[in-house]
């Protein structure tokens, strides 16, 4: 009986130190990794639908900010001029992954880095604007989404005179500084001779050319507008807007947001989804897979937004026809 004793208080003691060493060794455990992303905006903010797709999405997949996630972001609040700075300070941090919201910023990440993963997320055609030399293999560190706008500015300008039939002058926002837009002014001149259209282009490199735009645009008369895909204009819509607003002038946009915010109709590819996609390609390359090995996606869905609101301050009635082929008419 004594014997068993013994080994009873043995048995309790150890059994006691096993209890006394188990939190400690959980808290020895090395803590969960923390991926760290860099977004590199040309003209969103924050806080823009866009780069909320992005978070949710990653979200979904199971990145949490404050909890296995950290991401850094940065906009040059459409002053191309800051992007190189920007992509500097971000590079230096070390991220795992860059994301890069457009053609500008994708070209100044790739020339910042060739070792950090860059994914896509708005850049319009990877290819043509020499970002990557095949959608397919894009090779190297860099891969993502791909919204293709330079075959869209035909057809937005199709559009553009369904919605006004009798417009013959339209006058058309662009930046010659972009890669792409040197691609999207050969379509859309292409179009506007099948169309019997006049185009009057305005360049547009930063927002203090807006004014002197402006100006032109009144004293050519131009009947109509439309803007190209840029982080300047994105950024700077309101001044846009209400210029279109005051002239009395229907114009088309290449993104939704711009006809959230009051303009009259926008054509082209749906951000948000760009953004959502490319969460699945940071998820894929922090789980392991090379940048340069995964094709990158082209845009399939495009969206055609009418806001009748405006339409009805400009005095516009939108053809019945047009309206029938809206994903969205806003009243």
């Given at each position: 009986?004594?014997?068993?004793?013994?080994?009873?208080?043995?048995?309790a003691a150890v059994l006691a130190c096993a209890l006394l060493v188990a939190p400690l060794t959980g808290e020895a455990q090395a803590p969960a990794k923390v991926w760290k992303v860099a977004v590199l905006s040309g003209g969103q903010l924050r806080s823009s639908a866009s780069v909320r797709a992005l978070e949710q999405r990653l979200a979904e997949l199971g990145y949490v900010e404050g909890r296995n996630l950290l991401i850094d972001f940065r906009t040059a609040g459409g002053q191309v001029d800051r992007l190189p700075a920007l992509t500097a300070e971000l590079v230096g941090r070390r991220p795992d992954v860059f994301v890069v919201s457009s053609t500008q910023t994708a070209l100044v990440a790739k020339n910042a880095t060739q070792t950090i993963p860059i994914v896509?997320?708005?850049?319009?055609?990877?290819?043509?604007?020499g970002i990557v030399s095949s959608l397919g293999r894009p090779g190297g560190n860099i891969t993502g989404a791909s919204l293709l706008n330079a075959e869209l500015s035909g057809k937005g300008l199709q559009l553009l005179k369904d919605a006004v039939p009798a417009v013959s002058r339209v006058a058309v926002l662009s930046d010659s500084g972009n890669r792409l837009h040197r691609e999207v002014r050969a379509a859309t001149e292409a179009a506007a001779e099948t169309l019997k259209v006049s185009l009057q282009f305005f360049d547009?490199?930063?927002p203090d050319d807006l004014p002197?735009?402006?100006d032109a645009i009144t004293r050519q008369r131009a009947a109509a507008l439309l803007v190209l895909p840029d982080a300047v204009t994105l950024a700077h819509r309101a001044p846009i807007l209400d210029f279109t607003a005051r002239q009395r002038l229907p114009a088309l946009y290449p993104f939704r947001e711009m006809v959230d915010d009051g303009g009259l109709m926008c054509y082209g590819p749906n951000l948000a989804e760009n953004f959502r996609a490319a969460a699945g390609y940071v998820d894929k390359i922090l789980k392991g897979a090379k940048a340069g090995d995964l094709p990158i996606a082209q845009a399939t869905k495009f969206d055609l937004v009418i806001n009748i609101k405006t339409a009805k301050t400009l005095g516009l009635t939108i053809p019945q026809s047009l309206l029938l082929r809206a994903d969205q008419v806003i009243d």
């Open positions: 009986m004594k014997t068993d004793y013994r080994l009873e208080r043995f048995l896509l997320a708005g850049v319009g055609d990877p290819v043509g604007s547009v490199r930063g002197k735009a402006f």
